[in-house]
């Protein structure tokens, strides 16, 4: 029925998103589906959307519109969050056939078979009870995201990701373990645990630093990185074993979204600035090389200009490696969305701008304390006009003369000098490295 037709993929928002959207590529290659570049055109489309901002929800419309000007007759699905929230309104798009909530996504294949193409399809779009799926991505053999839990518990007022996710649901070890260990078998180096509030993973008794113990011990898996972690829930066991692991990497991306006191009990956040300082002390006090991002939200209602260089000052002083600046947008059915006093667009674009020039700050003077150092790298396999590229165990990017033997490989290197572009410029210290995959 569908051997030989073309399928493409388009992936909105977080890494825990390209993860399932790998499994349902995997469930779609087995009906017999042949993958395709979204640009090449296809007969069926699935788009995973996000819900984060109203540009998360804009994007999704273009590339709906996108798709349907590549391939006219083609067939396009959405699913993700977007889906989950507003499924009525996306099915009135234009060039849409099918709505797939949070707990039919990974029925796609099924519900294929019985499209009857008549009319715009909606399934499975109750946020009550969802069932939890595993996934993880193969997209390629230099890393691979893992999801270790769904939901989340937490009432952060502006965050509408409880509502497209329900509840805070989490897989058990054994299986983590097991989809840790098909990873390995394709001969991928480096996992990343994905997940909304992988902090929060609980399997009975066993929490997260459980989990990561477990993992530790998978053969054939060099690398693990804790892709964003709630700083409330960051204990200093999980500290200490990152520090003392082979595996794990110094790197945390660690949420802040406000250096007021004041916006983040607005906010609904479960730490004070106090909390989250003392967090990023103890890790570099104890881990000096690590890699530390933050999240940080702009123009959250009542933030005025006091508010403003409260978190701006708060940053300076904190010592971070980067940031990922978001511009605070109404969401609906969210708590911040009642809240007076709302910051003009521009004010937003403005403080963005602040943001994102500290973030190239602190990137540079991270990337300049390791300048001399010895790191090993994690190479691609993309030769880029000579230059092959990867990353840090501490996250910095490099760039080394390309070499065949260097990709998918992890390789000692000198770290020379910052290029434009913030890239490293990296010197590999063996002449001919082990090739790991043929």
Known sequence: MFKGKKVAFYTLGCKLNFSETSTISRQLLDLGFIKSEFNDGADLFVINTCSVTENANKECRRIIRKAKKTSPNSTVIITGCYAQLKP???SSIEGVDMVVGANEKFNIPKLLKNFSYKSTEIHGCSINNLDYFSSFSLQDRTRSFL?????CDYPCTYCTIPLARGKSRSDNISNIVKNAKKIADNGIKEIVLTGVNIGDFKENNKRFIDLIKELDKVDGIERYRISSIEPNLITDEIIDFVKNSKKFMPHFHIPLQSGSDNILRL???RYNTKLYHEKIKKI?????????????IVGFPNEDELEFNKTLNFIKNLNISYLHVFSYSDRDNTES????????NYVKSERSKILRQLSLKKKRTFYEYN????RPVLFESKNSDGYIYGYTDNYIRVKAIWSKELVDNIINCKLEKIDDGLIVRAKAL??????LHQ
Do not use: T, Y
């Open 88 to 90: 009525e309104s996306i």
């Open 147 to 151: 999801k270790i839990q769904d939901g």
């Open 267 to 269: 906010m609904k956040r």
């Open 284 to 296: 570099k006090d104890e881990i000096p090389n690590v890699c530390i991002g933050a999240d940080v």
């Open 337 to 344: 969305n009642l809240i007076e006093n709302k910051v003009p």
């Open 371 to 374: 300048i001399n150092s010895e």
């Open 430 to 435: 063996i002449k001919m490295p082990k090739v």
